[in-house]
């Protein structure tokens, strides 16, 4: 049976603020800021080894994260990042940097992923339509190998037919990835 007070009822969503910011309206507005300080220590424990490194933060903050980076499930892991959040939260001023080098780092990504997009769009392209884009493709890169790449276009086109492992098409965009990385 259904409560007629529960009928309709929604939950609105309640915007987190920042940590930097000085007023809050309760207490749990303060944990839910706490809480987004710790996850953003989270994401920066997700990184690579060396993008951590080139983020240049203290060395102190570094080690906390690669330490929680070496450890494995347990009481000791939540420990570790509920230090984290509070070494952060202590450092408004880091906050706002990691902040700042975590949007390049993800702009970086994405971009990253956008070129290889088209890259993968290419090599499509030239295994389905073979010649006339492949000559496209060679006026934007004239450093490309006309034979190589045309060699992999029949490969990759018998593979399809044959219903093999795409072997000719990946070796393709190893070489497409080359040509301006």
């Known amino acids: 049976m259904v409560r007629p007070r529960n009928i309709n009822r929604v939950k609105k969503e309640i915007e987190v603020r920042d940590w930097e910011q000085e007023e809050f309206e309760s207490r749990t507005q303060i944990k839910q800021a706490a809480q987004a ?47 984290i959040g509070k070494m952060l939260r202590q ?49 934007l890169y004239p450093q490309a190998d006309r034979q190589q790449l045309r060699q992999w276009i029949r490969n990759a086109k018998k593979e399809a037919a044959q219903e093999k492992a795409p072997k000719s098409a990946r070796e393709m965009f190893k070489y497409l990835r080359s040509l301006e990385w």
Do not use: C, Y
């Open 91 to 139: 450092d408004e001023p880091l906050i706002i940097e990691i902040k700042e080098k975590l949007a390049k780092v993800e702009a970086k990504i994405k971009q990253q992923n956008s070129h290889f997009h088209k890259l993968e769009q290419w090599r499509d392209r030239m295994i389905l339509e073979g010649d006339s884009i492949l000559n496209e493709f060679l006026s």
């Open 37 to 83: 300080v710790k996850d953003l220590g989270i994401q920066i424990s997700e990184l690579t080894d060396t993008e951590i490194k080139k983020m240049d933060l203290p060395a102190k903050f570094t080690d906390a994260i690669f330490l929680l980076k070496s450890m494995d499930k347990g009481p000791a892991l939540k420990r570790q990042k509920l230090f």
